[in-house]
């Protein structure tokens, strides 16, 4: 008599059956799934608690008659030359199985790669613009539009291009006039910060001549509302550089006129 092996490798050591075709079997064992041993006794089990089982009936279980089997099977004994052959075509099936996702997953790769750069190409000049923007702000703006790949929306194309504007003519910002000169300046009233202060309520005007250089002035006088153009004669108080615009600061203004 040959060796016998079950499915999983596992000899086999008792007397085997044969079934209708002629093939070696053996019965095994299908464990109950109606009852358990509980407390020392087989019960049926009413429930899980806290992942065990439970009776509180204590009951007998009708399924098994409380054997713990619920049934037995037939289960295919191989010799070692057919258990050599289903392991090495199940190998070849696996193998089969594992190129076809390589190549699934390398044909998907691909067509991502493809998406991207076309979309980085319909997009360039898009893209081009964020790559010039530095600050967390916009590294965060850049890295989740070309996660998202989805062509800008009007009002993003918007923010970039008064974002790079900006920029240029905080670039090309130079000062006005010399230290302590009275100077008659035009300026566009950009933005007005205020704060409170122990003496009350000051403004600081950021402005811009025509030339885009940028003025500020700080202080309580009024010289005007945001996105107003004034004429006013102030002294220069200082030449600064802040966040690396090059500003000039006017103090004691006098407003001339007012548009
Ligand atoms: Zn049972």
């Known amino acids: 008599m040959q060796n016998l092996f079950s499915r999983d490798g596992t000899k086999f050591n008792g007397t085997p059956e044969f079934n209708d075709a002629g093939k070696p079997v053996r019965w095994v064992n299908v464990a109950c799934d109606r009852c358990h041993v509980i407390g020392g006794q087989r019960l049926w089990v009413m429930g899980m608690e806290n992942g065990r089982p439970y009776s509180k009936t204590g009951f007998s ?15 295919r004994l191989y010799s070692e030359a ?9 190998s070849t099936r696996a193998a089969r199985k594992a190129e076809a996702y390589r190549i699934a997953a390398e044909q998907a790769e691909a067509a991502r790669a493809a998406n991207d750069s076309e979309f980085r190409a319909a997009n360039a000049e898009f893209i081009a613009k964020l790559d010039g923007l530095d600050g967390e702000f916009w590294d965060g703006f850049r890295e989740s539009f070309l996660a998202r790949a989805k062509a800008p929306t009007e ?13 240029a003519a905080n670039a090309s910002s130079g000062f006005v ?31 811009r001549t025509s030339e885009g250089n940028v003025v500020t002035y700080k202080g309580t006088a009024n010289i005007g509302a945001t996105d107003e153009t004034v004429t006013l004669m102030a002294t220069i108080k200082e030449h600064t550089v802040y966040n690396g615009v ?11 006129e007012q548009a």
């Open 61 to 75: 279980c009708w399924t098994c008659g409380n054997t713990g089997i619920r049934k037995t099977v037939k289960e």
């Open 82 to 90: 057919e258990l050599a052959r289903l392991n090495k075509s199940a």
């Open 155 to 167: 009002r993003q194309v918007m923010l970039v291009d008064a974002e790079v504007a900006k920029r």
């Open 177 to 207: 006039g010399a230290v302590g000169d009275k100077a008659t300046l035009t300026l566009v009233i950009e933005r007005i910060v205020g704060y409170q202060t122990a003496f009350g309520a000051q403004y600081i005007h950021i402005c």
């Open 246 to 256: 090059k500003q000039t600061v006017i103090q004691r203004p006098k407003v001339l």
